[in-house]
């Protein structure tokens, strides 16, 4: 059986007791919370509503991305990086 949630404007497929990393949720941690089930399938059937229950595990930061912007001939050169604010979270079911 699987899913298609929608968190934090994003949809993501999802099994029951998938960890998965999303945008930066509001809510501390072990708090649990509702999201938007877009369509389920078990074996064939598939449902296109209902709401899973998603439990957050921990605030951390993502890995570093750097952009490097170049204007040839010009002498400009500017390097930028920052790192995304994400929440790891577990589907507890799927409903």
Do not use: C, P
Not at 18 to 41: C, K, P
Not at 51 to 62: F, M, W
Not at 69 to 77: A, L, V, Y
């Amino acid at each position: 059986m699987f899913g298609i949630v929608n968190i934090a404007g994003q949809q993501f497929k999802v099994k029951q007791n998938d960890n998965i990393f999303v945008h930066r949720l509001a809510g501390n941690v072990g708090d649990t919370m509702d999201a938007q089930v877009l369509m389920t399938s078990n074996n064939g059937a598939i449902n296109m509503s209902g709401n899973a229950k998603v439990e957050i595990l921990e605030h951390l930061q993502g890995d570093k991305v750097i952009t490097f912007h170049k204007k040839r001939r010009k002498g400009f050169s500017k390097k930028i990086g920052h790192r995304e604010a994400l929440t790891k979270v577990k589907i507890t079911s799927l409903a």
